[in-house]
């Protein structure tokens, strides 16, 4: 079955566009144009995937985005917007989107996006009924991996939970596993390209400013008045988790 998409643009043009694209990649679309039918579409038939244009009369992106996470819904939204400035994507993350394109776009790097955020949310393969023998061992060895601890920060990867201290923190999907994947690397410099390779599964070059955002909105979660910066920049490089 195809995977399938809904997308919500009220530009015709790009709607259109986008549609036929999307078609032609194999995915089954689903197009409107503007809130209100991206909303009443997306409690009438789920799709695996949101495309949402943030600017559009009436109820916007960010409203759609807003209101499914209020009602619980945690399918993949990709955002497509015109604005370029950090704030007004840090919105879109706000409102609980998990990436973002920013117009005019390459529709290849809108496939590499989706395909990343459907890789990311696929079912794990069924594993094999354990036997008697090994149950409670399988079972003893799968508690002792949905843990991780690293400066201070403990994740539950099972629950998707994670703490600072006491504090919980509320993170969202594309968030928590880039915390992730800096917790069980602590103390190791990674590059941009190792992040991005492992994240979204498509490094999008250098001029990219993706990576930069969504670590920013993670540290504004994670710092506290007082306590030492977790997240550190190596210029030229990359990012490191550590406690100074």
Known sequence: ?????????????????????????????????????????????????????????????????????????????????????????????????????????????????????????????????????????????????RHLEAAGLRMDLQARRAWRGRRALELTRTEFELLELLVRNAGIVLDHSTIYDRIWGYDFGPGSKNLAVYVGYLRRKLDEPGAPQLIHTVRGVGYVLRED
């Open 1 to 145: 079955m195809p995977q399938t998409v809904l997308l919500a643009e009220d530009d015709r043009a790009i709607r259109h566009a986008l549609e036929r694209a999307l078609t032609l990649e194999g995915y089954a679309v689903t197009a409107v144009a503007d809130g209100v039918e991206a909303l009443a579409q997306a409690h009438t038939n789920p799709p695996d995937v949101l495309v949402l244009d943030v600017m559009m009369p009436g109820i916007d992106g960010l409203q759609v985005c807003r209101v499914l996470r209020a009602e619980g819904d945690r399918t993949p939204i990709l955002m497509l917007t015109a604005l370029v400035e950090t704030a007004d994507r840090i919105a879109g993350l706000d409102a609980g989107a998990d990436d973002y394109v920013v117009k005019p776009f390459d529709v290849e790097e809108v496939f590499a996006r989706l395909r990343a955020l459907l890789r990311r949310t696929s079912p794990a393969p069924a594993a094999a009924t354990p036997g008697p023998a090994e149950g409670p061992a399988r079972e003893a060895a799968q508690g002792a991996g």
